[in-house]
């Protein structure tokens, strides 16, 4: 099954490598470490797209976390994975979902009530 959830995943992982592969996720979600989400085509019985999500817990609160997303078709499958990740964060006694990414996805988060928290930025050194 893996390999079948890889391609999905694969672009958005590699845009940070010099802090997580694919390798890292795979161990992530053999220990529990991450929840990996699918959106399936029933007709054609193919991946359309993958994500990932896992709780931080943090000095006060507990958030439901989505790093990696990719695939294809959002528009049919955004609204639902949004309410089911929604389910599993309340299940998990999580105050508040958060995710990251590239400023383009500010114009699909805030259709579902989300809006930018801060801005992040990194120094190498």
């Known amino acids: 099954m893996w390999e ?17 592969t694919m390798d890292d996720v795979y161990e992530g979600v053999a220990s529990g ?6 959106a399936i085509d029933e007709n054609e019985k193919q991946i359309v797209a ?41 299940l998990n006694e999580c105050r508040w979902i958060e995710g990251y990414g590239r400023r383009a996805w500010e114009r699909w988060v805030r259709n579902y009530g989300a809006k930018q928290a801060y801005v992040a930025y990194k120094m190498e050194l």
Do not use: N
């Open 33 to 38: 470490d991450y929840l990996i989400w699918l």
């Open 50 to 90: 993958a994500f990932t999500t896992r709780v931080a817990e943090y000095p006060q609160a507990k958030a439901m976390v989505v790093d990696f997303v990719g695939g294809k078709r959002m528009k049919e499958w955004a609204g639902l994975a949004v309410s089911e990740v929604r389910k599993q964060a309340a």
């Open 4 to 20: 079948h959830i890889v391609p999905h995943l694969d672009k958005a992982v590699r845009l940070s490598p010099e802090v997580i």
